[in-house]
T-cell receptor, first 113, second 114 residues
Framework: AQSVSQHNHHVILSEAASLELGCNYSYGGTVNLFWYVQYPGQHLQLLLKYFSGDPLVKGIKGFEAEFIKSKFSFNLRKPSVQWSDTAEYFCAVNADRDDKIIFGKGTRLHILP | KAGVTQTPRYLIKTRGQQVTLSCSPISGHRSVSWYQQTPGQGLQFLFEYFSETQRNKGNFPGRFSGRQFSNSRSEMNVSTLELGDSALYLC?????????????FGPGTRLTVT
């Protein structure tokens, strides 16, 4: 069965710091990978996704993620965070030929102004 | 274009009762997925419906059920409520297969079981 692990439950950074949120999945076959974000008081929304091709994926608001197949990882990065990036971030995986998306438990990111 | 709507937004029920939650997808979307969100477990997949048929199901007991109508609106039902069912229930819609089309999430229904 597929599963997703997000190692950091709560991250606190100052503005302009660099960000990396870890995500590892367990599934031996072909996967599709996602990062979702939930800003305070807002709906969950897609940040970026990887299906195939270039393992470095760029998303909205300056976020990017790198798929490393050998490490079963899909870490989210941003070179310089802003206060407005305060949110909860969810990594998710879908196994090919399956129509369900399995989410990690989320990482709460708090940016200090 | 209106987003995904869920009703009611808040609900308080007593243990042992049953509850029905409703989700109206974005116009034209035929796939509706349901998730349970709790602080300890994050988002857990409940089930997905497409064209009135359940296409996928998560690992939840049979007390959790759902259905989809011909207009793509969906309902989920939880019978014999337990305290552990207290959670935010999210609905998401997409045009078709969730791996090909982006899912759009609703605001959720906050269920509290006392």
């Amino acid at each position: 069965a597929q599963s997703v692990s997000q190692h950091n439950h709560h991250v606190i950074l100052s503005e302009a710091a660099s960000l990396e949120l870890g995500c590892n999945y367990s599934y031996g076959g072909t996967v599709n990978l996602f990062w979702y974000v939930q800003y305070p008081g807002q709906h969950l929304q897609l940040l970026l996704k990887y299906f195939s091709g270039d393992p470095l994926v760029k998303g909205i608001k300056g976020f990017e993620a790198e798929f490393i197949k050998s490490k079963f990882s899909f870490n989210l990065r941003k070179p310089s965070v802003q206060w407005s990036d305060t949110a909860e971030y969810f990594c998710a995986v879908n196994a090919d030929r399956d129509d369900k998306i399995i989410f990690g438990k989320g990482t709460r990111l708090h940016i200090l102004p | 274009k209106a987003g995904v709507t869920q009703t009611p937004r808040y609900l308080i029920k007593t243990r042992g009762q049953q509850v029905t939650l409703s989700c109206s997808p974005i116009s034209g979307h035929r796939s509706v997925s349901w998730y349970q969100q709790t602080p300890g477990q994050g988002l857990q997949f409940l089930f997905e419906y497409f064209s009135e048929t359940q296409r996928n199901k998560g690992n939840f007991p049979g007390r959790f059920s759902g259905r989809q109508f011909s207009n793509s609106r969906s309902e989920m039902n939880v019978s014999t409520l337990e305290l552990g069912d207290s959670a935010l229930y999210l609905c998401a819609s997409s045009l078709d297969r969730v791996v090909s089309y982006e899912q759009y999430f609703g605001p959720g229904t906050r269920l509290t079981v006392t």
